[in-house]
């Protein structure tokens, strides 16, 4: 018995399924999946066969020409779910099993039509990474273990639905539904398998790029994100050509809990991200790069998801040097400096989670889930370009992808690869500090450029006076008012709030990312005409990114913490499973 994963029952020396075929009916009324999935194996199946299930109603397994085969589900664990050992007479090649989900299944969200652009149709996403492929289908559900897929979904007449594949034809049921086909020809991990459906719409961006969304937002949408086709070239440019063959994006409604997810062939993004000014595609770009850096060339657990994160943050601030210009780049550093110092100091009392390579067994990779993989991370990438240079660097990233396009791997692959190629580089950068020890390497490269130090400069001058001028007032892009907000002193005073709300019109901004960082900077300062855009944003977004530091900020003062309270009880109901896990430890943290 081998468990290479320590968050799957996946067992080495049972075959791995090469391929899924999924039929789901998808019940509104009763928030379920009503599935069936047929496993096909590469090789011969003998006797146990492992599987991973959380929640799943599992109504019988069959194996096909041969019929009903004996299976027993193994005790929930909270992290895990429950192990499905399937018996499996000779001869076995595909295993059939019919089951239905939870309501609660956490790689699910329904929502009501309230909680939608248009509040006429429901809506139903997933989210399976990291861990919750498990609980839409069993499967073996690891990345080592990776899968193509056919799916057959059928939704109610009149709502649409989109995966991480290829469409291939749909059609009215004679029951009054639709069914939507899907094919992903090419092998991906569970946590990538991906559903949404919803009165969706979509737009044209290139020829082989569209943007769905609700009927509602899909012409903003379209808008915002026009410039993909450009990103795909600059980024084919870097890493080679683009492996998916199409790229499409879904936004979702606001409660979606990440900002992007990298679904191939459809990415997820957040509805925060339509700023109404471009300001905020770096999260595109980010989500383009990870089909190279994630997608193509994947990390084997958990314990290696800096190889996904890490790349693809220095990807995609490679690709945005190339669109537009080191300034640019060097603020998107110092934000993830930001971010870097924010999950440290939240770890402070975990340093093993603040390795790269980490250890998980026993811990929910949920609760390891921080910036430290994607900053950390592309430190040590950046590090290693420093030293070999960047063209002998950016070969080096080309046969690494080359070398290991559709597998998973682990971060001693990685290092015995490097060692191969760029024999020394790890020994020079002193990797293992990034790998193995908690916290920051003080040998970790820096970025700088004149437009950030001066920016760092007046954001430290705040307590003698300093002030940005009228002139920097007028011309800031929203990169360069972010970086300064975030580099203000934490504890800011009510006057203080006021003159940048009057200077910088903050209330107002339809960049999220600016509107957050300032309402945290409200929120410590106890800053009380902040409060109902603050109510309003909690009530509306689910993005955990903007909930754990808006709920943290809230926990400073008797009054904000009653009126976080107050907000949560009005907004849990709509948020993603994750999301209330993530302001529900955040309360919890709140002084007594
Ligand atoms: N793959 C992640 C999102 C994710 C991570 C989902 C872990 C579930 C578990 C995605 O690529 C991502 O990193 N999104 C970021 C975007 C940012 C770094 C540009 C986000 O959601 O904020
Ligand atoms: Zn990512």
Known sequence: MHHPDPHSYYDSSQPKARRLRLKLGVDFAAKRLEGEVVLEFGGEVKGALDLDTKGLDIRGVQVPGHGPVPWELGEPDTILGSRLRIDAPEGTREIAITYATSPEAMALQWLDPEQTEGKVAPYLFSQCQQIHARTMVPCQDTPVVRVAYHAEVTVPEGLTAVMSAGPAGDEATRDGRHVFRFLMPQNIPPYLLALAVGRLESRDLSPRARVWAEPETVEAAAWEFAGVEDMILKAEALFGPYPWDRYDMLVLPPSFPYGGMENPRMTFLTPTLLAGDRSLVDVVAHELAHSWTGNLVTNASMEH?????????WAERRILRILHGDDAAALGWAMGQKALEDS?????????????????????????????????????VAALEREVGEDKFLRFIRDYIDAFRFTSITTEQFCAFVEAKLPGALAAVNARAYLDQPGMPATAPTFRSAQLDALTALANSWVDGGRPSARQIATWKASELQVFLQKLPRQLTREDCAWLDEHFQLMGRGNYEILVDWLTLAATADYEPAFPRLREVLLRVGRMKYLRPLYGALGQHPRTRAL????FAAASPGYHGLSRRVVQSVLEAYPA
């Not at 340093?351 to 991370?377: C, M, N, Q, W």
């Open 564 to 567: 976080a309270r107050e907000i």
């Open 344 to 380: 440290l100091d939240r770890f402070k009392n975990e340093p093993h989670l603040t390795v790269l390579r980490l250890h998980l067994e026993g811990i929910d990779p949920d609760d390891a889930f921080s910036s430290i993989p994607y900053e950390k991370g592309a430190r040590l």
């Open 305 to 313: 998801f800096w190889l996904n994160e890490g790349f693809t943050v």
